[in-house]
């Protein structure tokens, strides 16, 4: 059974720095792309960026480039997102998913449960 | 252009056929991707490519597509499909990255 286990919910100060987690099992780590999604509270779904475990080539959405960092550990079959200085901005979920791209579409077949990431002083 | 266009708010009849679209330049080259969110969970996945649903999703669901705009349509829409639900493609840059529409809220009367 394929499966992403995020890791848990993250109360952080502004100016702070982050790296949240996400545990792929049950398929081949190094043979898809990782995706990772942003929502803000009561609005709608964005995509930041995506890592390919198997070689770590990274493409970020223009929004999110040098914002955040997304990285992989294939040996441990995990992905990161990191924030080196926080911002209230930040409070969001944050998804990552499983990404298979065609010459025609790209799909999120499996999702993780969502890190919750509220930034407050 | 990266935008996809979804209008915010959908209602449809219990047992009533409904149909959610989705715009953008990109959808002129790519299939769209739906997802169905309810409150407190994750996305899923429901239609992809041409017309196709993952294991699990009722044939109820079904997608179609016309020169900048996909559609997904729910024939016969129950309790249960009330939710948001958001289409999904591949940048028309070309490049290995995505964007989603900004989702529509389906009410179920």
């Known amino acids: 059974e394929v499966q992403l286990v995020q890791s848990g919910a993250e109360v952080k100060k502004p100016g702070e720095s982050l790296k949240i987690s996400c545990k792929g099992s049950?398929?081949?780590?190094?043979?898809?792309?990782i995706g990772w999604v942003r929502q803000m509270p009561g609005k709608g779904l964005e995509w930041m960026g995506i890592i390919y475990p198997g070689d770590s080539d990274t493409r970020y959405s223009p929004s999110f480039q040098g914002q955040v960092t997304i990285s992989a550990d294939k040996s441990i079959s995990t992905a990161y997102l990191q924030w080196s200085s926080l911002k209230a901005s930040d409070t969001a979920m944050y998804y990552c998913a499983r990404v298979y791209f065609s010459s025609w579409y790209v799909l999120l077949d499996y999702w993780g449960q969502g890190t919750l990431v509220t930034v407050s002083s | 252009s990266s935008e996809l266009t979804q209008d915010p708010a959908v209602s449809v009849a219990l047992g009533q056929t409904v149909r959610i679209t989705c715009q953008g330049d990109?959808?002129?080259?790519?299939?769209a991707s739906w997802y169905q969110q309810k409150p407190g969970q994750a996305p899923v996945l429901v239609i992809y490519?041409?017309?196709n649903r993952p294991s699990g999703i009722p044939d109820r669901f079904s997608g179609s597509s016309s020169g900048n705009t996909a559609s997904l349509t729910i024939t016969g829409a129950q309790a249960e499909d009330e939710a948001d639900y958001y289409c999904?493609?591949?940048?028309?840059?070309?490049?290995?990255?995505?964007?989603f529409g900004g989702g529509t809220k389906l009410t179920v009367l």
């Open positions: 999904n493609s591949r940048d028309s840059s070309g490049n290995h990255r995505g964007v």
């Open positions: 990109s959808l002129r080259s790519y299939y």
């Open positions: 049950g398929y081949s780590f190094t043979s898809y792309w």
């Open positions: 490519g041409k017309n």
